[in-house]
């Protein structure tokens, strides 16, 4: 049984669980309750919405850098692929993972060179990547197919339509399982612990000893891998790609807002910032067509975010019900004078320093009083 | 501690530093030893966080050599030169806001290897360590708080356990009095003579005359980016050009 003091964190986690269990039945179920095939490919646009956004999450939420060109990395994880299904001959799953590892080589020496510099030189050295391989991709048309685009053979070329969707709907889930799997083991390392200092103050986590550039590098290829994985998934599902869509720095920004509107310190924040954003999107292209409305409802949800819920929904949302529930903090106060004399009297009776003469541990939850 | 009292510990020799044609640092070398409780002082201005940021790896000095036990550290990054063994504090308290207490402490816990801090699972004994620290500074029961949630003075005392957890053998402090009440100083001075009596070799730069004349063993006077004196506080207290320089008299 729990004991009074931690009843609320066994209740909290108990919580947890259940709502994890039940997501995992609702996404598992979900296929077979979409009443039509359009619903399942926007469950899966939602889908790599989410591996995309937790993806970068892995370099924006641990150590708090921003980076709009991580399009770049989902781009060439497409090309890649279909590139080395299409010319290289290699089996459509072989060509993801191999073309993940080439993005994850690539990253190394950009993350050597953007990750030197800190704020906003580092958002526009990333932007510069996407841009960079827009032209790449659009130029070298002999090899890439330029403005007229790539067609990526289908995987499984003898199933039905919506048998292709919905098995492209397990694969993306199973790589957001994946990718939130490896964030979580992060978070719980003593990697995760240093990258989260870099995110708070990257100085201050130098001078205690943590290998600040080494980190983030390695955190950069990890994310770059992960979000070729998601782009290179993307183009086997979509089969047709065009460097004008995969070299956006919309979709940079789309995971960007996604993370920030869900919780960037948050395991699920990107999670729940896709489900919102793609969901929205498209609505807003159902409703409204090629309009650039889409983009207008997603600048006044960041504008939103970023004034109302500066660190997103889950944050904003637990810190509420911590609120309620009275499971917050309040205990900060400094000793007293009195009670310093009296530490050091303890001390020197050589009695635990952690209880008072009078049998009594120093209360945490007082008044402020100095 | 393996060094010996009395041997070199941080020494510097022709350090310096420009800001847009302002010598912070104007060619210092000096000279402290272990186990002792070192002091710089001098007016604002006079390069003494500059000092500290060309020693620690934070600023690089545009000319000059820092050595600490015999190793020259000048172009050494930050990390290797606190896993050489030299700790800091801020002259404005940093500590991880949004981490809680306990974990601003294990960020400091220096695993043998790089494999080990990558791919390495936090330890029961590390933690245990951190609440060591904690208890010792009197903050043990504000494990869970998040850091920007505690006041001023508790902040700085997590900082000053957050360098101790990376076992540091020198331990600068920058103005470790600025901001805090008297209660508070007298508990930092208390564990900075514990400490040092543990084997640990300190260098404060400090503003409060009482704390730096009560507490250190050796006094060096900056000004101008260069020492100008240095001495037993008993001899620095009546030097003239220290006088001068600081009080203007």
Redo the contacts between chains.
Sequence with gaps: MPRDSERPRHTGRLLRLGALLAGIAVALSFPSMAPSPYELTVGIAILNFAVLSTSWNFVGGFTGYISLGHGAFAGLGAYATGLLVTKGELPSFVALFVSAALVAVLAIPVGYAALRVRGASFVIVSIALVLIMLLVFQSWASFTGGSRGLVVPRPFPGKLRSEHHEIFYFLFLGLLALALLAWWIID????G??L??I???E?????????????KL?VFVVSAAFTALAGGLYGLWFGDLDPVFQFSILSGAYMVLMALLGGV?HLYGPLLGAVVVGYGLEYSKLEYGDTPLHLVFAGLLLGVVVMFMPDGVIPAVTGLVARVLGTG?T???????AE?RD??DEREADVR??HRPDGK??D?KRE?R? | MSADEGEQSLATVGLTKTFGGVAALDGATVSFRHGRVNALIGPNGSGKTTFFNCVTGMIRPDAGRTTYRGRDITARPPHRIARAGIGRSFQLCRVFPRMTVLDNLLVAVRPPNLLAQLAGARKREETERARYWLTRMGIDHLERAEARNLSWGQQKLLELAGVLMSEPELILLDEPAGGVNPALIDRICDLVRELNAEGRTFLIVEHNMDLVMSLSDHVVVFDRGRPIAEGPPSVIQSDERVLEAYLGV
């Design positions: 719980r390392s003593r990697f612990m240093g989260k200092a995110r708070e103050d100085d201050k986590a130098q001078s205690l000893g943590t290998p600040t550039y080494t980190y390695v310190r903090e205990s900060i106060r400094e000793v007293t004078a310093l530490e050091r320093p952690d541990r120093p945490g402020v100095q």
